[in-house]
């Protein structure tokens, strides 16, 4: 059985006070773990972005408990969570927020580059990571000159730099064509599997579903289900 990287216990998220309060996230609890492409599904407002801000260690939960490697954050200092975040977690949006006047692979290395990597070592990781999805021969283009997939491949490339254990992407596939959505899907399982990394995809898109090992969907901020492909149901 894969490791678990990250477990939430009856985790709620209550935005604003009094009349004015929504509660985004009612009582969830799961885990998250290594090795395995988890799919959040649910309409819009369900509260998927904010599980994954509660996720990324980017928001604070109202209530319950977030342990990331089966330590609780709870308590954890504004500056203790940032490095965890720099740490572990990788993060993949659906605007691919690359730097327009940066070529793929800096846009690769500069990430590399704040987390210390020596400086002539950030050439050739960031083109083994390239090659690694595909984009060995668009090295050298910007963000302008390439397609929508392989701008993501490359924003894929960038999160993958920190070598995180929780990658976490937004809607990851909703700018691209159906095509080409599945094709990023399918570059997200392989390296989840291959780089043994628990990867939690937020999308609308049902073609991406089969890309998922387990599938979670919310309502209302609760977890209305929670499958495993192959049949293993969990809640
Ligand atoms: N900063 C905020 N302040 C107040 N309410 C918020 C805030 N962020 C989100 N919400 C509310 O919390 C609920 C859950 O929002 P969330 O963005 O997590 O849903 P979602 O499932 O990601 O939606 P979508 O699919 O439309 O992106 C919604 O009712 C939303 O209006």
């Known amino acids: 059985m894969s490791a678990t990287v990250l477990t939430l216990e009856d985790v709620r998220v209550t935005y604003g006070e009094g009349a004015a309060a929504v509660h985004a996230l009612n009582g969830i609890s799961l885990d998250v773990r290594r090795g395995e492409v988890t799919m959040l599904m649910g309409p819009s407002g369900s509260g998927k ?71 002539e070592t950030l050439r050739p990781r960031a083109l083994a990571l390239l090659e690694r999805l595909g984009l060995a021969d668009r ?11 392989q701008k993501q491949r490359v924003a894929i490339a960038r999160a993958l730099a920190g070598q995180p254990v929780l990658l976490l992407a937004d809607e990851p596939t909703a700018a ?29 898109d049902p073609r991406v579903l089969p890309y998922g090992d387990r599938v979670l969907e919310l309502e209302d901020g609760r977890l209305k289900s929670d499958r495993r492909h192959g049949g293993n149901a969990h809640a």
């Open 139 to 149: 090295a050298e283009h910007y963000p302008a000159e390439l397609s929508g997939g």
């Open 176 to 204: 691209l064509d159906g095509a080409t959505g599945q094709a990023v899907a399918a570059s997200l399982k392989a390296l989840a599997h291959e780089l043994d990394c628990a990867v939690v995809v937020v999308s609308h």
């Open 49 to 119: 972005t904010t599980l994954l801000q509660v996720m990324g260690c980017l928001l604070r939960p109202s209530a319950g408990r977030v342990r990331l490697f089966g330590e609780s954050l709870e308590g954890a200092a504004l500056a203790a969570l940032t490095e965890l975040r720099r740490r572990h977690v990788g993060f993949v949006f659906q605007h691919y927020n690359l730097f327009p006047t940066l070529k793929a692979w800096e846009n690769v290395a500069i990430a590399l580059d704040l987390r210390g990597a020596p400086r």
